[in-house]
């Protein structure tokens, strides 16, 4: 029995150095390094988003000025065909003098005298013409403008897009990012859960180890 005693303990004492190797349970420093990137590019990309966010509210708000001034070149357009409208009806009305008068208050080179009966008329007409003309020259200015704000809101769409195609891809690099956040976190989990395993086991055996090592020297001891 005794020769059995020593090479017991000497397997029991390398067991117990193998098992040595697990007692250091923990997150490894590759695994904090790396999430610790992936936490700081995701903030990073959020602050990108927030910028995003005032350049959409920026370009949203400009929109918004552009419509208004829009409106109001529609509303001018309006005003100026009323204008048109009543002016020409009040010519119908006009006597010789007022017709004389607004003829030499446009042309004062040209000094109009009281017309012929048959040619008021054709005064009448030509007043009236004039009338439309400097109305259709006011409305032609203003739906240039229309034009040139209709363009610049439509710019500004385009652009609200290209900045909501940007945050798209963000947030898809985001999720990403988090996806494998998670997987490695669940991958350092079952590795500490099998490092915990192996300590049990190991403390379980260094007690019973630490037991049958002691009883081989004390039986050692008494056979002597």
């Known amino acids: 029995m005794k020769k059995y005693i020593l090479p017991i303990i000497i397997i029991l004492v390398l067991l117990w150095l193998a098992f040595d190797k697990v007692s250091n349970i923990g997150l490894t420093e590759e695994f904090k390094v790396k999430q610790d990137s992936l ?50 009806s009040a010519i119908d009305n006009y006597t010789e003098h007022q017709l004389v008068t607004s003829f030499n208050t446009r042309y004062p080179a040209d000094t109009v005298t009281n017309p012929l009966p048959v040619a008021q008329p054709v005064l009448v ?36 897009i290209a900045v909501f195609v940007k945050k798209e891809g963000t947030y898809k690099n985001i999720m990403f990012n988090q996806d494998t956040q998670i997987k490695d976190w669940k991958y350092q989990f079952n590795a500490l859960q099998l490092q915990n395993t192996k300590l049990k086991a190991k403390n379980k055996f260094t007690k019973i180890g630490a037991g049958l090592i002691v009883g081989g020297l004390v039986y050692l001891m008494i056979a002597k």
């Not at 350049?55 to 000025?65: F, Q, T």
């Not at 001034?69 to 020409?88: E, G, Q």
């Not at 030509?126 to 032609?140: F, P, S």
């Open 39 to 88: 936490v700081a590019t995701v903030d990073s990309m959020r602050l990108d988003i927030e910028k995003d966010n005032a350049i959409i509210d920026s370009l949203n708000y400009l929109d918004a000025v552009l419509t208004i001034k829009l409106d109001i070149a529609k509303k001018n357009i309006k005003v100026i065909t009323k204008y048109v409208d009543s002016s020409k």
């Open 125 to 160: 007409a030509a007043a009236k013409d004039l009338v439309e003309l400097d109305g259709a020259k006011q409305i032609i200015t203003i739906k240039d403008s229309v034009i040139t704000l209709t363009e610049a809101r439509v710019t500004g769409k385009d652009s609200v």
